[in-house]
């Protein structure tokens, strides 16, 4: 099936106007699709919006990592998502596309929504079998089902666990607060992972956060790690452009000392995902989230390139 390229594709936009995907390490793609939300849609348009708040990160080097992206990152586009197709038709177009893309490259993604991140998984076992995650989000997305439906952008967590695309104790959640019956909560903590509630982090920052980060550590070992950023993690005072905004989360700072501190894991891809632009005040969310997708790709490509 041809896909044809819809309004909220962008292809001409790049993240910090880097040129389009050639042989770079880094490869950069967007996608398109909120077709799996619970509340508010609008993920969609995420991409476009994100790459536009990056053009602000313009002066070559990163304040703590010391390196600039130049001729490191490729922005490969938006990836053709069919429109209206069923989700397991647009999450096979999604991790053939991704595939495509890990063969050559150590890739970041632009949600979308939370349901991306399963077909995302599913392209990376294929490279690297099993992973660790690290999963920032207010939601467990461990839900048995979607509100009747046997899959959306709450329970691919789960659905990763099932399909042992991650490792059960090296999956580590970080920022939970929604609400939710115990057996989805405390999912990932059953099957043998760590859960760090918005509680567990309230007043924490800096080296107030390192016992948390030593632990996370500790867990992922040398694994491949995949890092999945829900922009609802942080309050919505930070990030109010989001789909399903949860008060009293993290801040813009923990998240940061979060990056900063596990950069040095054998991180092997990355998505950001569920900001909605359409909620967005000031382009506080898409600000974020090109700056924590800035932050994370500098702390690899600071590994590749000493300075
Ligand atoms: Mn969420």
Not at 162 to 188: C, K
Not at 207 to 216: F, K, S
Not at 222 to 247: K, S, V
């Amino acid at each position: 099936m041809a896909i044809g390229q819809f309004a909220y594709a962008s292809n001409g936009n790049r993240f910090l106007a880097v040129g389009a995907l050639d042989s770079e390490p880094f490869a950069l793609s967007g996608v398109p699709f909120d077709g799996a939300v619970t509340n508010r849609p609008g993920a969609r348009f995420a991409p476009q919006e994100i790459r536009r708040a990056s053009l602000m990160l313009c002066d070559g080097l990163h304040p703590y990592f010391g390196v600039g992206l130049e001729g490191l990152l490729g922005d490969a586009g938006d990836m053709r998502l069919p429109n209206a197709s069923p989700l397991a038709e647009v999450r096979d177009a999604i991790s053939q596309q991704a595939d495509a893309l890990m063969a050559n490259h150590h890739c970041v993604f632009l949600g979308g929504d939370h349901s991306v991140t399963l077909p995302l998984l599913r392209a990376l076992h294929a490279q690297h079998g099993p992973v660790a995650l690290i999963h920032f989000d207010a939601h467990c997305d461990t839900w048995t089902d979607h509100f009747g439906e046997p899959s959306g952008h709450g329970t691919w967590t789960y659905e990763a666990l099932q399909e042992g695309l991650v490792v059960p104790e090296s999956t580590i959640q970080i920022g939970l607060r929604s609400s939710g019956d115990r057996a989805a909560r405390e999912y990932v903590r059953d099957q043998g992972g760590l859960i760090y509630t918005a509680r567990d982090l309230r007043g924490k920052d800096g080296a107030g956060l390192q016992e948390i980060v030593l632990a996370i550590q500790q867990r992922v070992g040398g694994r491949p790690c995949y890092l999945t950023l829900d922009i609802d993690c942080l309050d919505p005072a930070f990030a109010p452009g989001t789909g399903t905004p949860e008060p009293a989360g993290m801040s813009s700072s923990q998240v940061m000392t979060f990056l900063e501190e596990l950069a040095p894991l054998n991180f092997v891809g990355m998505d950001c995902v569920e900001v909605a632009p359409a909620y967005d005040h000031a382009e506080l969310t898409s600000t974020a989230a090109a700056t924590f997708v800035w932050t994370y790709l500098c702390g690899q490509a600071a590994k590749r390139k000493p300075q």
